[in-house]
């Protein structure tokens, strides 16, 4: 009997977290608005990342082949919403951070998954005069017009859109799913990224200062896989930089300021201090700077007919560098499936392998469903959101099941 008992409580628990979760009143029958951030987690941000390029037959991370021997590795960024800025209460924060506020990156995008390199750089634009040099080492000392002739150029040998990142790209791509200070957490080590340690944030331990940039990749990456998003060098973005654009910036895809003086650089650098390496952290640089602190990584548009054009090795326009490649992975094909019978106006959605990360997307996919099934009662009128209940959710044997009913 206290079994029982035991087990009806622990059910009743887990119904309640689950409700809370996904904010859905079963009362009223009906869906509430969505949580505005997604994805709202570092596992949901891995897990969305391998939905879209499922979804989309496109790889998760691609190759860039410059030439034979050099290539620029690029990871694909699904898309989302996220809450750009800061918070008040946020230690350090500067007024240009705020007002917080909500941004959706609707279309996906490749990102670089490294600083570009001056192995890169040199192949693709020949020599450059830099501070620290080594192949591996990330491409510093460029100013505004070094960066956006690389991407020219590499768009041109491609015929692909490569550009810099909107300063909202950039922040999202960081962020990966997290809302604290730094994508590590509420504070960050020498083991995570390069800056000056001499300083302490969040509880942070005081560690060797390197007092230089280190190869790119040399600290782990974040759930998009993209590495020293924190760190090493400032990294340009394509925004003019305005103190209060956040009072007017639009909630999809801003992309800064028409005019101004200065572009937005994010990330901090090897010889900044933790508090300016916070993804909410901008600063300002005239369009000449090139200084020893300053660098770059690149985002790739992903073209309307992307089929057969974006593949894991992409190659120049009339050249075939693929067999010098090294070997990758393919894409894992995650097993999902979704039913809906019309006459019962019930369904089911199930995914293996996966637990609560998966759960938001799911619970998307079931009002998309519910609300395709809502009568247009009126010529030109759009459908309602999509209302729908839901009957059962389990998790066995490595698949999780959420049933629901549609309701109009």
């Known amino acids: 009997m206290i079994e029982e008992v035991t087990e009806a409580l622990m059910k009743l628990q887990l119904i309640s977290i689950l409700i809370i979760l ?62 750009m800025g800061s918070p008040g209460n946020e230690k350090r924060r500067k007024s240009d951070e705020g007002p917080l506020h909500f941004v959706e990156i609707t279309k996906p995008f490749y990102f670089g998954k490294y600083e570009v390199s001056q192995a890169q750089y040199f192949a ?12 591996e080492m990330p491409m510093e000392n460029v100013n505004w017009t070094h960066v956006n002739g690389f991407t020219g150029t590499l768009s041109n040998k491609f015929n692909l859109k490569f550009r810099l990142p909107t300063e909202a790209e950039w922040e999202y791509a960081c962020r990966a799913g997290t809302k604290t200070p730094f994508y590590t957490g509420k504070t ?9 340690c001499r300083e302490s944030y969040g509880g942070s331990k ?28 400032w990294e340009w973005c394509s925004d003019f930089y305005q103190p209060n654009y956040y009072k007017k910036s639009p909630k999809k895809n801003p992309k800064g300021p028409v005019t101004g003086n200065f572009r937005v650089v994010k990330g901090g650098a090897w010889d900044e201090v933790p ?42 326009v009339g050249k075939n560098y693929a067999h010098n490649a090294p070997e990758q ?12 019978d019309e006459k019962s106006q019930q369904g089911y959605i199930s995914i293996k392998g996966k637990g609560l990360e998966a759960r938001s ?44 009913e549609a309701i109009r």
Not at 217 to 225: C, D, H, I, L, R
């Open 361 to 404: 997307w799911m619970l998307k996919k079931i009002e998309q469903i519910c609300s395709s099934k809502n009568i247009i009662l009126e010529e030109g009128k759009k459908p309602e959101a999509g209302y729908y209940r839901l009957l059962d959710e389990t998790l066995k044997d490595g698949v999780y099941t959420i049933k629901f």
């Open 22 to 83: 996904s904010g859905i009143c079963l009362g009223e029958g009906k869906t509430e608005n969505p949580p505005e951030r997604y994805p709202a987690t570092w596992e949901e941000a891995a897990f969305l990342q391998e939905m879209t390029a499922a979804g989309m037959n496109l790889p998760t991370q691609i190759s860039i082949m410059i030439n034979e021997d050099v290539s620029l590795d690029m990871m694909l960024i699904p898309a989302g919403t996220f809450e």
């Open 206 to 233: 005081l560690g060797r200062y390197l007092n230089m940039p280190t190869p790119v990749g040399k600290y782990p990456p974040n759930a998009f896989g993209l590495h020293d998003m924190h760190g090493n060098l």
């Open 124 to 135: 693709l634009m020949g020599m450059h005069r830099t501070k620290f040099s080594g192949s």
């Open 329 to 340: 992975q393919q894409s894992k094909k995650i097993q999902h499936e979704l039913v809906y």
């Open 188 to 196: 960050i080590t020498t083991k995570q990224a390069n800056f000056d």
């Open 275 to 316: 508090y300016q390496l916070r993804a909410a952290y901008k600063e300002k640089r005239r369009h000449r700077s090139d200084k020893k602190n300053l660098g770059f990584r690149i985002l790739l548009e992903i073209p309307e007919d992307y089929d057969g054009k974006i593949t894991q090795r992409i190659c120049p």
